[in-house]
């Protein structure tokens, strides 16, 4: 069965700090990993994924299969990024979209 | 303007009453699902559809059903079976060849009082 972990429920850093939001998943076979996030008030949205290998608002994430990790980082935090992040995986026959339990990210000034 | 439309925003029911959530995309999706949001848990599958007239039972589909009559449309219906009804609920749809790219709508919270 497909598993994703997100250790933490609450990562607290200040504004220019670095991020790195952790995620593990255990899966069979070769799985697509993706990062959601929820803003305050703001529905539930794609934020990257691993094989478009892109930067999205700073953030980057790289599928480290050796460690079966997809840690999400972003070099310096801005206010803006407070948010619920919510590492995805894609994978197995039935089409479906296991979800992590979520890390709430708060950035202090 | 397009997307996914939830309703109601707000439900409140009594114990032992079935309830209804309404979800509707002009998005021409075939993918649509279902999932309840906890604090703590993350998002847990409760049903998901590929395509009209066939659906599929996720993790934790017991108390919960669903029908799929039409691709705009995937109500979920919250039966007096399932044991801790009050949470906060999310349909999504996707295009069937884009694989893991969802899109949500702005959920339905349920309190059972």
């Known amino acids: 069965a497909q598993r994703v972990t997100q250790p933490e429920k609450l990562l607290s850093v200040f504004k220019g700090a670095p991020v790195e939001l952790k995620c593990n998943y255990s899966?069979?076979?070769?799985?697509?990993l993706f990062w959601y996030v929820q803003y305050s008030r703001q529905r539930l949205q794609l934020l990257l994924r691993?094989?478009s290998r892109e930067s999205i608002k700073g953030f980057t994430a790289d599928l480290n299969k050796g460690e079966t990790s997809f840690h999400l980082k972003k070099p310096f935090a801005q206010e803006e990024d407070s948010a619920m992040y919510y590492c995805?995986?894609?994978?197995?026959?039935?089409?479906?979209?296991?979800f992590g339990t979520g890390t709430q990210l708060k950035v202090e000034l | 303007d397009g997307g996914i439309t939830q309703s109601p925003k707000y439900l409140f029911r009594k114990e032992g009453q079935n309830v209804t959530l309404s979800c509707e995309q002009n998005?021409?999706?075939?993918?649509m699902y279902w999932y309840r949001q906890d604090p703590g848990q993350g998002l847990r599958l409760i049903y998901y559809?590929?395509?009209?007239?066939?659906?599929q039972k996720g993790d934790i589909a017991e108390g919960y059903s669903v029908s799929r009559e039409k691709k705009e449309s995937f109500p979920l219906t919250v039966t007096s079976a399932q044991k801790n009804p009050t949470a906060f609920y999310l349909c999504?749809?996707?295009?069937?060849?884009?694989?893991?790219?969802?899109?949500f709508g702005e959920g339905s919270r349920l309190t059972v009082l």
């Open positions: 995805a995986l894609w994978g197995g026959g039935g089409n479906k979209l296991t």
């Open positions: 691993h094989i």
């Open positions: 999504a749809s996707k295009e069937r060849e884009n694989t893991g790219e969802l899109f």
């Open positions: 899966y069979s076979g070769s799985p697509e």
């Open positions: 559809s590929q395509i009209v007239n066939d659906f």
């Open positions: 998005l021409n999706h075939d993918a």
